[in-house]
C-alpha cells in the first residue's frame, strides 16, 4: 500500500484497491464535497477480515451464509472507503459520486448529507478499540482528501443522524485521531508524561486551531451497526 495517496481527475485513490459498488449515483449539480463521515461496519457482525462487506457493498451477500445476512438481504448501501483491521484501504465509489452511506441525515441545517459528503467504514464493532493502523491509514486519507475537496467538517454517522444510528462509537478516539492529524505522527504511547507537562500540553491543544471542525465524541450506548 503506498505510503503517499493521490485522488486523480476521476475521484479514485490511485494504487488503492478499487471494487466499483453500484450503490452510487450523480451529485447534485454544484455541489461541494465538504464533509466527511465516519463509519464503522463488520460482516458477520463480530467477525473482521472476511469478503462480507464487499459483498454487502456489490449486492453480492448471500443471505444464507449467516443467520444474520437475512436481515438486510436487498438492503442497498455502500461507502466510498473502507479500512480493515490492518489499515489495508479499499474504494468502493468514486469521491465524485454520491455513496449510500448516511441515510437520513443532517447536518448543520442541510438534510441528505450523502449528497455533500465522503464516508468512510472502520472496519470495527463499536465494541473494541480500533487499531493503530486504522487511525494512521484514516488520518492520512483524510489530510489527502481535504487537500483535493473544500472538506470543512468531519463527523460520525451518530452526529448526522441521532438517535438512529452509534457509529463511529464510543470506542473511537477522536482526540488521536485529531492529533495524528495535525502532527502528522502517531503520538507516542510508551511512556507516561509527568502531570504538570500533560496539563499543560492539555492547555496549549486547546488553543490550537487545526483549519477544520470535528464533533464531539457522542456519549451514547453503543450497539451493532450496519451501514
Not at 460482516?43 to 445476512?69: K, Q, V
Not at 436481515?71 to 455513496?99: E, M, N, T, W
Not at 448526522?160 to 462509537?169: H, M, S
Amino acid at each position: 500500500m503506498p505510503q503517499r495517496l493521490r485522488i486523480n481527475n476521476e475521484g479514485l485513490v490511485e494504487g488503492v484497491r478499487f471494487i466499483p459498488s453500484p450503490n452510487c449515483d450523480e451529485r447534485p449539480a454544484a455541489c461541494a464535497i465538504d464533509l466527511l463521515v465516519i463509519h464503522y461496519i463488520s460482516l458477520p457482525p463480530g467477525a473482521f477480515g472476511g469478503t462480507g462487506i464487499i459483498e454487502h457493498f456489490t449486492n453480492r451477500l448471500d443471505p444464507s451464509a449467516h443467520p444474520f445476512y437475512a436481515s438486510i438481504a436487498g438492503v442497498k448501501v455502500s461507502a466510498h472507503f473502507l479500512i480493515r483491521r490492518d489499515g489495508g484501504l479499499i474504494q468502493f465509489v468514486p469521491c465524485a459520486k454520491r455513496a449510500w452511506h448516511a441515510g437520513k441525515s443532517s447536518w448543520k441545517g442541510k438534510t441528505r448529507c450523502n449528497d455533500f459528503s465522503i464516508g468512510i467504514e472502520m472496519e470495527g464493532t463499536g465494541e473494541v478499540p480500533f487499531t493503530a493502523a486504522q487511525y494512521r491509514r484514516l488520518a492520512t486519507l483524510t489530510r489527502v482528501l481535504q487537500a483535493r475537496y473544500p472538506i470543512r467538517d468531519i463527523a460520525g454517522h451518530s452526529d448526522v443522524a441521532p438517535g438512529r444510528k452509534t457509529d463511529p462509537g464510543l470506542h473511537f478516539d477522536w482526540a488521536r485521531y485529531r492529533a495524528l492529524l495535525k502532527n502528522k505522527a502517531e503520538p507516542q504511547r510508551t511512556r507516561r508524561t509527568p502531570r504538570k507537562s500533560r496539563n499543560r500540553t492539555a492547555k496549549n491543544a486547546k488553543k490550537t486551531k487545526t483549519g477544520f471542525r470535528t464533533a464531539r465524541a457522542p456519549i451514547r450506548h453503543s450497539k451493532s451497526k450496519q451501514s
